[in-house]
Nanobody, 125 residues
Framework: QEQLVESGGGLVQAGGSLRLSCAAS????????MGWFRQAPGKEREFVAA????????DYSDSVKGRFSIARDFAENTVLLQMNRLKPEDTAVYHC??????????????????WGQGTQVTVSS
């Protein structure tokens, strides 16, 4: 069982930055591919970014590519999402997720086994 806890959300002006963190409590962090997803009010959950089990391969949605960066910290059992040049349309609840197989990165939310509760990101114009 893997428990995931997100932090780092908040209110920021357009053009600003935030860094989200997802802490994993289990002992098998290195066995999981990790992803970030977001859901805005009235919209479906969407893929944001994902990173492979080894941290060597990452993938981003077109809407965040070049602005967001995902990374793993194996010493701290965390996965980070650095968000730069934020836009009002980035406003959403951001969730991290974990899946054991395969190596990843994985875009399909249905493949993920564990999810965090989410952290709110609000970008004002």
């Amino acid at each position: 069982q893997e428990q995931l806890v997100e932090s780092g959300g908040g209110l920021v002006q357009a053009g600003g930055s935030l860094r989200l963190s997802c802490a994993a409590s289990g002992r098998s962090f290195a066995s999981y591919s990790m992803g970030w997803f977001r859901q805005a009010p009235g919209k479906e959950r969407e893929f944001v970014a994902a990173v492979s089990r080894g941290g060597d391969i990452s993938d981003y949605s077109d809407s965040v590519k070049g602005r967001f960066s995902i990374a793993r910290d194996f010493a701290e059992n965390t996965v980070l999402l650095q968000m730069n040049r934020l836009k009002p349309e980035d406003t959403a609840v951001y969730h991290c997720a974990a899946v054991r197989p395969p190596w990843g990165p994985i875009r399909d939310a249905n493949q993920y086994d564990y999810w965090g509760q989410g952290t709110q990101v609000t970008v004002s114009s």
